[in-house]
């Protein structure tokens, strides 16, 4: 910033170049800061779309999880159904194998999705999240504090399993030795793993659906 000493030759007239040096001064400075509010707030602004754009790609994906765990629930609860109404009835252990094997593919088949986090951590890596609201902050920060946990919260479910044993139950089946009453209870296992997970992630689904519809509209 550049400026000229007066050159004024009496007290009244220095005064008045003085002052105007001054508000010349301090309106440049506020000129100055005015462009940066405005550079700020577009980065800020910039920065919320991308996000909210993510969180409800996310969602997308939650619901794509979701579709398939729960279509993979049904046919599991579907298949111990059939195999328990087999074991009351006292039906002959190969019998029931054997009919399990052909009406249903056992295993099990569990979505956990990736969350994508990219405009989050570009927007925090660039100091855009610090111009943004204090409200809208928060949202996000709750909201991606919720993804950051989703593997744990996903993977959760694995409690419910006893992975050896299932493999062992499913490897008897294969050599056609299985136990109705241990098949039985693998499938128990699958039920709860598939509940909790599914439980878990549509909590998950259901805070970022709420956070973008909260996103203002464009």
Do not use: C
């Amino acid at each position: 910033m550049h400026f000229e000493v007066p050159k004024a030759k009496t007290l009244k007239e220095f005064g008045g170049e003085y002052l105007m040096i001054v508000i010349s001064i301090a309106t440049a400075l506020a000129l100055e800061h005015g462009v940066q509010t405005l550079h700020h707030r577009h980065l800020a602004h910039e920065a919320a779309v991308k996000i909210d754009a993510e969180i409800q790609a996310n969602v997308q994906e939650l619901d794509a999880a979701l579709n398939h765990n729960n279509d993979q629930l049904k046919k599991t609860l579907l298949a111990r159904e059939q195999l328990l109404a087999g074991i009351k009835d006292k039906a002959a252990d190969h019998t029931l194998i054997t009919q399990l094997m052909q009406q249903h593919k056992l295993g099990i088949s569990m979505l956990t999705p990736s969350l994508r986090r990219e405009a989050w951590e570009v927007a925090v890596a660039s100091q855009a999240v610090s111009w943004m609201p204090q409200q809208q902050l928060e949202r996000y920060s709750g909201i991606y504090a919720s993804m950051r946990d989703v593997h744990s919260i996903s993977s959760s479910g694995s409690n419910f399993l006893n992975g050896a044993a299932m493999l062992n139950t499913f490897s008897d089946i294969q050599m056609g030795e299985g136990d109705p009453k241990a098949v039985y209870r693998t499938l128990t296992q699958m039920i709860s793993a598939y509940s909790n997970t599914d439980g878990n992630l549509q909590e998950l689904r259901d805070k970022l659906a709420k956070s973008a519809n909260e996103a203002p509209q464009t």
